[in-house]
């Protein structure tokens, strides 16, 4: 017999019935009776201090039922403990072009759009910044964008771990550069919703887009003055969150604001437009990266200096500056290394979380890096990197521990797919082939408020018609996360998936999860979903044992029976097991928790509770492109990934996600960027801001790779994120090979390709004698 | 703006909705009709979530006025099947991974259906040619294709079975 019956096996998503009948509703979707519609008025100016904010005349329009300004939210708030920089509507100043003073409830959208326009706000506007590097300099507190924030640093990490200057000195071989990453958002199909219900028993239901429903509630509890208790917070479906629903988004507190001011249900729906600038994406980064290594190819040390664009509100700024520098770490042995990283505030919308947090744009730094290091070493990059990996399981000099290390695999099944010895070096000119590694964690092993509570919690209940009831926090955004815990239920108490009923996310009625990010849910939710399991199970073996004159250790729970492993005769249907069980105790319940042991928590230096992780992913990646000389034009064609997910749980959606992850950072790579000028967005709508169609998307081949983590659910690790990182410098690797020109500036655009060709032209044509080595980007 | 009155052919019925002159099909699908399936995604028809057929043709329902399609045959994701059955397309975006979190998928299947409506033997790079009208942030479109490849299976099994081939020109006549 097969050793699972359930996971393994490519499995549909069990909501994707609802999706594809379009019956499944999403929060725009939910209308109740009485609702209105609410608008918000934004900022048009980057940095001013707001001199009078007058609402009568909006007040006065027939039709309006509230107009809300920071008078009736003066709380501030934000996702860390250490950033409660925000407040929903501003009153002393604006801080970007779109940051929030007031919003409006009305009966329709066209009311509550004139309603707007009546509001009168006068600014004096303030010097504005918006380089990271010029925000630094600023002398003057007075143009500070937060007075408490000197030179506009929101938070610097200085990090030495190992003997950086003996590193250099051992090193034979070093390199310096400075490589450059633009700003880029989550861009999620579903533009954000919420629909905020005051209930007549003076209690706040809130419906919302979101990743983090735990957190919705506890900061309304804060802004709307109410205690958790009286606020229920439910999830609806999601369409795509990638980060930019994991923190608490304006229009999540000014509809619940509104909704409690006119005590009526209010809607918010962004345009697209202010989904841009909502943002929450990645920020702009500037890194500096040294490496040194030996002649035989060993890293000896690393010094990276990392600047990040913030944006004008802290968010997640330490997390993901942090993450760029704790995760420098875990995926190659590194024995000493530096690490200066600076947040810094700027007068443009709060950057954040988005897929691959903080790791992305580091990656890629230090990814192209290998691919010089290599060439300057004479080495293969696929052999550079083999001589470079962990012995793990280990603890790496940040003090994080790993567990499982899928790498070695993921890198030789890319060479072996993609061809690669056949083909770096060796293809015609214009043609290339790049590789390139990554990895991320399985969950952050800290919780975003310290504290020892578990980090997840499921219960599961069984009553008389044998149905399975699984209620769960984790937030199911199009990932899959409900039918990976479906699925582990199924597979301990040994049903079919059908049998089981998942109610997710609705903080009234399921226990806390505290969201999905950093691809927490399947390791975490899924081993809450395994201990519940289990913990059922020994009740249904018990009663069952007795009915059968067995010890319950012999039973065995496997396609809806249970029976003895030495006698599989001797059995009871699922049905009859139940029935059996309730006699002796009613309803059935049972409860599974998960958090991180203390091993993988990290180390105690400042800064250290970011990058710990239970447990990390690894993928290794090959691209193929061709460039343009002429023109620049680059098209990708293929690329192979190989993930190391630990066990797939679910392969359809394992892959789905690594193939997304994959897609993400193709965008990133090579057409994706957030243009400013003055704080203003120059490209704020799908049209604009392209994101890959069809018709650019690159053919892409996954791999998966099976580590068995000792402490995954079933061995499983995460599958969502890891992959992103290692497209970018793939396809720089690949532009390098079939060209010749090194590109270390995102996105990898034709004029900065032809930029580079024409410099290299330009440099070659005085000597026509320059060295011809052997590489292939040395190819004329 | 005052309402006027309109007679609209929605997934093969009459509907009679009072609503402005002005107002744009998708809202009118999905506020007065209550056919939330189709989408709204983006400001600038960019995106591809509130596609419909119209005559069998996927068009964009956010950017066209609801009063000029009085008379024409509107086909949205809730009519692809019978209530209960799915349409091939939507077998294929279920079983092989083409929705993810969702959202783009109601435009994907009415542009799919409409490929396939003209095409029975799509090419990949025709596939690719055809959904590039429509964004998906979350799949990478390889399990899009995949479930293209499996709803073309389906609907070779059971060709012109209960459900199977709803198109707006058969209703229309």
């Known amino acids: 017999m097969a050793e699972f019956s359930v996971i393994g096996k490519p499995m549909p998503m069990t909501d994707a019935r609802a999706k594809v009948t379009g019956l499944g509703k999403y929060t725009d979707d939910l209308v109740v009776p009485g609702m209105l519609v609410g608008k918000m008025l934004h900022s048009p100016y980057p940095h001013a201090r707001i001199q009078r904010i007058d609402t009568t005349r909006a007040e006065a329009l027939p039709g309006v039922k509230a107009v809300a300004t920071g008078r009736d939210a003066p709380n501030p708030y934000g996702i860390l403990p250490i950033g409660h920089d925000e407040r929903v509507f501003q009153t002393d100043k604006v801080r970007y072009i779109g940051d929030n003073v007031a919003a409006v409830a009305a009966t329709s959208a066209e009311l509550a759009e004139q309603a707007l326009a009546l509001i009168e706000v006068e600014y004096e506007p303030l010097p504005a910044v918006f380089d990271p590097l010029a925000a630094m300099q600023v002398e003057n507190p007075e143009h500070w964008i937060h007075s408490n924030k000197p030179r506009n640093i929101e938070k610097e990490y200085h990090h030495v771990f190992g003997d950086v200057a003996r590193g250099f000195a051992e090193a034979e071989i070093v390199h310096a550069e400075r490589f450059y990453a633009g700003e880029v958002t989550h861009a999620a199909m579903e533009p954000h919703a919420t629909l905020a219900v005051w209930e007549p028993e003076e209690r706040l239901t809130v419906y919302s887009s979101t990743q983090v429903p735990y957190y919705l509630q506890r900061t309304l509890s804060n802004v709307c003055e109410m205690p958790m208790s009286r606020i229920r917070v439910v999830k609806p479906l999601v369409g795509g969150g990638f980060g930019g629903k994991s923190e608490v988004i304006p229009l999540e507190v000014a509809a619940a604001v509104l909704a409690k001011k006119a005590r009526r249900p209010v809607k918010i729906t962004y345009t697209r437009e202010e989904v841009f600038y909502a943002h929450r994406g990645r920020p702009i980064s500037y890194i500096d990266l040294k490496v040194g290594i030996t002649r035989e190819g060993r890293i000896t040390a690393v010094e990276a200096r990392m600047v990040q664009d913030g944006g004008a509100y802290c968010g997640y700024g330490p997390v993901t500056v942090l993450y760029s520098g704790n995760l420098l770490h875990a995926i190659y042995d590194i024995p000493a290394a530096r690490y200066d990283g600076y947040r810094v505030l700027t007068n443009k919308p709060a950057c954040g979380a988005m897929r691959g947090h903080g790791t992305v744009n580091m990656r890629f730094a230090f990814e192209c890096m290998l691919d010089v290091l290599a060439e300057m070493a004479g080495l293969d990059p696929a052999e550079l990197r083999r001589r470079n990996l962990l012995r793990a399981p280990c603890v790496t000099a940040n003090q994080l521990r790993v567990t499982s290390y899928g790498l070695p695999e993921c890198i030789e099944r890319v060479v072996e797919r993609s061809g690669w010895a056949a083909k770096r070096g060796k293809l015609p000119f214009g043609r290339g082939i790049g590789m390139a590694c990554s990895h991320y964690v399985s969950g952050a092993a800290n919780p975003i408020i310290r504290s020892n509570l578990p980090h997840t919690t499921v219960y599961i209940k069984v009553d008389r018609d044998a149905g399975i009831t699984v209620y769960t926090g984790a937030s199911e955004i199009g990932q899959g996360s409900d039918t990976i815990q479906v699925q582990i239920v199924a597979e301990v108490l040994g049903v079919r998936p059908e049998r089981i009923r998942l109610v997710a996310a609705d903080t009234e009625l399921t226990p806390v999860d505290l969201g999905s990010y950093s691809s927490r849910v399947t390791f975490m939710a899924g081993n809450a979903c395994l201990e519940a399991a289990r913990n059922l199970r020994t009740q249904l073996f018990e009663a069952a044992a007795k009915k059968l004159g067995c010890a319950p250790e012999a039973l065995q729970a496997r396609e809806e029976r249970i029976f003895s492993r030495h006698d599989p005769q001797r059995a009871l249907s699922f049905e009859e097991a139940v029935a059996t069980a309730l006699e002796a105790q009613g309803t059935l319940v049972a409860k599974g928790t998960y958090a991180p042991p203390e091993e993988a928590r990290g180390g105690t230096f400042k800064g250290a509770g970011v990058g710990p992780s239970p447990a990390y992913s690894y993928s290794a990646q090959t691209a193929e492109v061709s460039v343009d000389p002429e023109t620049g034009q680059l098209t990708v064609h293929r690329i192979v990934v190989a993930h190391d997910c630990g066990r797939a749980l679910n392969p359809l959606t394992v892959e789905g996600q690594v193939e997304g992850s994959v897609y993400m950072g193709f965008g990133q790579a090579v057409q994706e960027e957030m243009l400013w000028r003055n704080g203003r967005l120059m490209n704020p709508s799908l049209l604009e801001y392209r994101i890959p169609t069809t018709l650019e998307t690159p053919l892409i081949e996954s791999i998966l790779v099976e580590s068995q983590d000792p402490e995954g659910p079933f061995g499983a690790k995460e599958a969502g994120e890891g992959s992103l990182a290692a497209t970018l410098p793939a396809i720089a690797s690949a532009v390098y090979d079939a060209v010749g020109v090194r590109i270390h500036s995102l996105p990898i655009t034709p004029e900065k390709i032809l930029a580079a060709l024409q410099e290299k032209q330009r440099r070659a044509a005085p000597s026509q004698t320059g060295n011809s080595g052997g590489h292939s980007g040395g190819r004329p | ?173």
């Open chain 2, 1 to 173: 703006m005052e309402k006027i009155l309109l007679q609209l052919r929605v997934n093969g019925e009459t509907r009679q909705v009072a609503v402005p002159p002005n107002k744009l099909l998708l809202d009118v699908l999905r506020e007065d009709l209550g056919l939330t399936g189709s989408k709204r995604g983006c400001d600038d028809s960019s995106c591809g979530c509130c596609a419909v057929l119209i005559d069998g043709t996927p068009m964009l329902s956010c950017v066209a006025l609801a009063a000029s399609y009085v008379g024409a045959e509107i086909l949205t994701v809730e009519g692809l099947a019978p209530p209960g059955e799915l349409h091939p397309v939507q077998e294929g975006f279920a079983v092989s991974g083409g929705a993810q979190c969702g959202y783009c998928t109601p435009g994907f299947l009415i542009t799919t259906k409409a490929l396939l409506d003209r095409n029975p033997h799509p090419t990949l790079e025709e596939i690719r040619e055809a959904l590039s009208s429509n964004l998906c942030r979350c799949t990478g479109y390889m399990q899009i294709y995949e479930s293209v490849r499996l709803a073309l299976e389906r609907w070779a099994q059971a060709p012109r079975a209960a459900g199977a081939r709803p198109s707006a020109a058969e209703g229309r006549d």
